[in-house]
């Protein structure tokens, strides 16, 4: 039988993931961007590659950033010792997207369109997952038996949020392009697809962050000091 503290703890982790991956993935493009900007304006030019990996630095410090210093909260209840993973997460985000930006920049390059994008960004993301994991699985092998177990675990957490925001996308677009239609034809919304219209905004914002945490909530349960 799970402890009731336990329950909580795993709940709060699942929690924050959800939160912080979309505030992350939000005010991490938008600064990234306007630092881009930013740097555009005072050169006057540069290049496509150049703007790539400025996007993907800022991005890689903000993520870790907002999602380190979010999980490190939950985890320091449990685990008050544990230094370091603010630093780790960070440096593994940043470190991931430069060299995932490097070796996905040609077949990204031309990418035209949702369903062609789906693969490199999956890819970018699963690697990212393997990758962070590799760095902050190193910090809980001195409280988690089967530590390798953590890389798979934020591994497949990425690649199976990727694929729900996803499918969360292609599900909101849908229901957009009913409305559309419904409007211009002057007709009246059925409920269920201004319901779904609705529902499909906050699914898109926090499924990816519930399906990772839930899924590296499985290897945290294993923690000794459960």
């Not at 290049?47 to 907002?66: A, C, E, K, R, Y």
């Not at 060299?99 to 035209?112: A, D, K, S, V």
């Not at 798979?152 to 990727?162: H, I, R, Y």
């Amino acid at each position: 039988m799970v402890k009731p503290n336990k329950n909580k703890f795993l709940r709060r982790w699942i929690l924050s993931n959800m939160v912080s991956l979309f505030g992350a993935g939000l005010f991490g493009w938008v600064f990234a961007a306007i630092g881009i900007l930013s740097i555009q304006a005072s050169q006057g030019s540069s290049t496509t590659q150049g703007n790539g990996t400025v996007l993907i630095s800022l991005f890689g410090l903000l993520t870790g950033l907002v999602l380190g210093l979010a999980q490190w909260d939950v985890l320091r209840l449990q685990l008050p010792r544990l230094g370091g993973w603010l630093l780790v997460t960070t440096l593994g985000t940043v470190t991931g997207g430069l060299i995932l930006q490097t070796l996905l920049f040609e077949p990204m390059r031309g990418i035209r369109g949702l369903f062609t994008a789906f693969g490199p960004v999956v890819l970018f993301w699963t690697g990212l997952g393997f990758w962070l994991g590799l760095w902050q699985a190193r910090l809980l092998k001195p409280y988690l038996k089967r530590w390798p177990l953590w890389i798979l675990a934020s591994g497949t957490g990425t690649l199976l949020a990727s694929e729900a925001a996803f499918g969360a996308i292609l599900l909101f677009g849908w229901f957009n392009q009913r409305v559309v239609e419904n409007t211009g034809k002057g007709e009246a919304m059925p409920w269920f697809i201004s319901l779904g219209w609705i529902a499909t905004v906050p699914l898109m914002m926090f499924l990816p962050g519930f399906v990772y945490g839930w899924v590296t909530s499985r290897v945290l349960a294993r923690l000794n000091a459960l």
